[in-house]
């Protein structure tokens, strides 16, 4: 007898909707792609391709790194240092956003801080949001889980920016319209899940607006150019804003509505791929066109990941990735204090979460409003028992005789409070304030005295990038905390 709250998914309703997400994600980016990086606006009728030629795409490559991580990490501990390393070993593509934030992990810097440093321009473009489908499909009708995957998996290469904030958005989209038909409903809540005053927010405003008073889509898309023409070309808000744009003018419709999108023109590529995923995941099978699922069939064409990886290299159609993307949503639910199993029957969710969460993404309110975080944070170390956080107050590069404050934040996932003895080992010419300290962790994610200071000082002449590691003794515990704080030479 399945107990009362636990998930129940049909597993044939899921599978459609997730088949059909990479199936519309493969056609909006095969229709897109010949015309990426165009400015004006454009009258694309099409596919202008081979029929069974499916265009490689990076929005969809990176996602297939994502499962493999999630299988191999497992839910429990998968985080922003985690997919890092899969950045880092499986991800050639160096481009933008992407070069920026492995440059910066291979200097030492982890996330979320290795997209914010050397990263003001590109840290609001689009490599995020166009990635966001596979925490969606792990965690139907679950946008608060698919959101903090897919916070940790945005921030990596675009830090606190509007390029995280849009990862946020479509991730909450796509999520809910697994069990939600009213597109304008599903907009109304993503929009509530990120920061009102953010570009993004504005820019799905617009596009909301604009439809509602009757304007062309033309003349709304124009006025989407206008307001980000301060933070330049191929950025996250105007381009999230022609996919609203595309599914409100769509009304419905499959190819009206990512044709509309396409042909704002701009990164059409990633705009045509998000609203064929959103749009299977809403309509499942039944509402792709079948003219143009047959154009594109079920290969899968890579560009931009290493397919010398094991894991990786036999996955080679929509199908394969659909059924191992199903093999992963129980274990993923269950993770974030969601029980879920299959059933043949009538889905049902449930609406609350348990008040003590074990998940590693789930611990405390410090992480169900991710965007509320201080700009320069680093995620420090993270196991069973302890998790560390470290907050910049400002960017942690430091010429001689400049300081930056720290906060080292300790969350307890242990149902008994510890005292957390720590100790730092510094680099030469970095000074601290004090290099001891004793830091009480009240039980189990409580936000009670976690929390110790320190302010470092450049005091003479650095190395280029400097480690202070940091050791922490859990009382009662045999084995130490170590994790590193990055400190930049000017």
């Not at 606006?41 to 929005?59: A, H, R």
């Not at 810097?109 to 609001?124: F, K, Q, S, V």
């Not at 396409?262 to 705009?271: E, L």
């Not at 397919?307 to 993923?332: A, G, H």
């Amino acid at each position: 007898m399945i107990p009362k709250d636990v998930v129940k998914l049909n597993y044939d309703y899921i599978r459609d909707k997730v088949y059909a997400c990479w199936i519309g994600k493969n056609i909006g980016g095969t229709i897109g792609g010949p015309f990426e990086g165009r400015r004006e606006i454009l009258d694309v009728p099409g596919f202008t391709t081979q029929k069974g030629d499916p265009l490689p795409n990076d929005d969809l490559d990176l996602q297939l790194i994502w499962l493999c991580a999630m299988e191999e990490v497992g839910p429990y501990q998968l985080g922003s240092n985690e997919i890092g390393d899969y950045w880092l070993s499986y991800l050639p593509a160096p481009w933008n956003e992407y070069g920026i934030g492995k440059a910066n992990m291979r200097a030492g810097i982890p996330a979320p801080l290795c997209g914010e440093m050397n990263n003001g321009y590109w840290r609001h473009s689009n490599g995020a949001w166009i990635r966001s489908e596979i925490w969606a499909c792990f965690a139907p009708g679950y946008p608060e889980v698919a959101r903090r995957y897919a916070f940790a998996d945005a921030c990596i290469d675009h830090g606190m920016g509007e390029g995280t904030v849009a990862e946020q958005f479509t991730a909450t989209m796509e999520s809910l319209a697994f069990f939600n038909n009213d597109i304008r409903d599903i907009l109304n809540k993503s929009l509530e899940a990120i920061p009102a005053n953010s570009r993004v927010a504005r820019a799905v405003k617009t596009a909301m607006d604009g439809y509602d008073s009757g304007k062309p889509w033309q003349d709304v898309r124009n006025e989407l150019v206008r307001n980000s023409e301060d933070i330049g070309w191929f950025m996250a808000p105007a381009n999230v804003g022609y996919v609203v744009l595309g599914l409100l003018y769509g009304e419905g419709d499959f190819k009206k509505s990512m044709l509309t999108a396409v042909n704002c023109g701009d990164d059409t590529d990633c705009t045509g791929a998000t609203v064929g995923a959103f749009l299977g995941i809403l309509g499942g099978t039944k509402g792709i066109p079948e003219d143009w699922a047959d154009f594109i069939g079920d290969e899968i064409v890579t560009v931009s990941i290493d397919r010398t990886f094991n894991n990786i290299r036999y996955l080679r159609t929509v199908d394969e990735l659909t059924q191992r993307v199903m093999n992963m949503i129980p274990s993923v639910l269950t993770a974030n204090n969601l029980p879920c199993v299959w059933t043949s029957g009538e889905s049902v969710l449930i609406d609350h979460f348990p008040p003590c969460p074990s998940g590693v993404l789930h611990d405390s309110a410090y992480d169900r409003d991710p965007m509320n975080r201080p700009q320069y944070i680093i995620e420090a170390y993270n196991n069973h028992i302890m998790r560390a956080v470290v907050e910049f107050d400002k960017e942690p590069a430091l010429a001689v005789g400049e300081s930056v404050n720290v906060t080292v934040r300790f969350v307890n996932k242990l149902y008994i409070p510890v005292n957390v003895d720590v100790r730092l080992i510094l680099p030469e010419g970095i000074s601290a304030d004090k290099k001891t300290t004793r830091v009480y962790c009240d039980h189990c994610f409580r936000d009670k005295g976690d929390k110790a200071h320190f302010t470092f000082t450049a005091a003479e002449e650095m190395a280029p990038i400097n480690r202070i590691i940091v050791e922490g003794i859990v009382t009662g515990r045999h084995t130490p905390i170590l994790f590193e704080i990055p400190i930049i030479a000017k």
